[in-house]
């Protein structure tokens, strides 16, 4: 396996000799590798792209480039280091931006950043601030962004689409689970038309379209050693979509008292504490830009998020589990019951998070 990674890895254009290459993460969709490298040469981030999930790998590596590269450019221009506060691309040596092995895998590669800490879990309220800052801040860098992008996965966080995989699902019932799961089931048909009104919002344009990272768990942003933001990673899903999307996706890994997994469910809940905090680094880089319908749903982006994980766990699961990778047979089933667990506790603190984005907001536009 090693010999046939590192003939891959020599595809691309390293600057040193290979010394040894190990597997790196848990990544639900990818394989990943680090590459390292003799002497002064960047180590480097090798991965097997998921063909199954991401469609056109081209398009998405299209989209990670002209991204990173808006981003350098904002980090050069505000003084700060290009090597470590964005992510840089590696293109092979005849210039193409991933490889396609004999088997007709795709591969990408990019440097690797040293020293960073990344969490799997956000244990501190200043952690979460941190992180809020640093979703603020690459979509602050991104905001003046105004090239196409490639739609990676069709309908990503749309809900309307969500649902017509989701009906399709239920008819198909492929792995004949569906009749073990009507509880589960209704908690999604119940909660439909909410979702879909808040939809509405982004589909008229009431709320905008900006450039959006899509998968803002703790786990996709790097910090340094002293705890500072350096930049966000997995860049696979950048795409054009709502901001809110970022936060919600953000504060459904941030602020649960528990793990996505959690089968010990009094573990799991919303940490009002850490929803502030995550806020607070937030809007201190994006009061000032959001409309005001975006700041009014902020809030329920995070009920929104997590509804559509709760759908899109579940279902996998009446898939037969075909999307996510699973470490036993009824983990998609656990993730979507403690997902649940953590949409309910949303709901039923609501109200004091919709105060605390208001107050939030009006401090950051009244130091404006
Ligand atoms: C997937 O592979 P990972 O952990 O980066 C998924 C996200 C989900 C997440 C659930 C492309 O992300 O959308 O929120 O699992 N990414 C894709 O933990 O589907
Ligand atoms: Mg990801």
Not at 128 to 144: N, Y
Request: charged share 30%.
């Amino acid at each position: 396996m090693i010999t046939e990674l590192q003939k891959i890895a020599a595809h691309f254009a390293l600057e040193g000799p290979i010394v040894k290459i190990a597997s790196l993460g848990e990544g639900f969709i990818n394989d990943t590798f680090i590459v390292r490298t003799e002497g002064a040469a960047p180590d480097y981030i090798l991965q097997r792209k998921n063909k199954n999930i991401f469609p056109d790998i081209p398009a998405m590596m299209e989209n990670i480039r002209k991204v990173t590269d808006h981003i350098r450019r904002r980090v050069v221009a505000a003084g700060g280091d290009p090597w470590r506060e964005a992510m840089t691309v590696v293109p092979t040596r005849d210039g193409k931006l991933c490889h396609v092995d004999e088997k007709g895998e795709y591969w990408a590669m990019t440097i690797f950043i040293d020293g960073t800490v990344a969490y799997q879990k956000a244990d501190t309220e200043e952690l979460a601030r941190k992180g809020g800052e640093g979703i603020g801040k690459f979509q602050a860098q991104l905001a003046d962004f105004d090239q196409p992008l490639a739609e990676t996965i069709k309908g990503f966080h749309n809900i309307r689409h969500r649902f017509m995989q989701w009906d399709e699902a239920l008819r198909h019932d492929a792995a004949r689970r569906k009749a073990c799961l009507s509880e589960e089931i209704g908690w999604i048909e119940n909660r439909r038309g909410e979702m879909l009104d808040f939809w509405k919002l982004v589909e008229e344009g009431t709320i905008p379209t900006r450039v959006t990272h899509n998968d803002t768990k703790i786990n996709n942003i790097l910090f340094d050693k002293q705890g500072e933001v350096l930049c966000a990673i997995d860049l696979d899903t950048v795409m054009a979509s709502t901001s809110l999307n970022d936060f919600g996706d953000a504060i459904r890994s941030y602020a649960n008292t528990g793990d996505e997994d959690d089968r010990n469910l009094s573990r799991v809940g919303l940490s009002l504490g850490m929803f502030r905090a995550y806020t607070e680094g937030y809007l201190s880089q994006r009061a000032a830009q959001l409309c005001p319908t975006e700041i009014d749903h902020l809030a329920f982006s995070a009920r929104y998020i997590t509804y559509e994980q709760v759908l899109r766990f579940l279902m996998d699961y009446i898939d037969g589990d075909t999307y996510y990778k699973i470490k036993y047979p009824d983990h998609n089933l656990v993730r979507t019951h403690a997902q649940y667990k953590l949409l309910q506790s949303m709901e039923a603190q609501y109200d004091q998070m919709c105060t605390i984005v208001r107050l939030t907001a009006e401090k950051y536009r009244n130091e404006k």
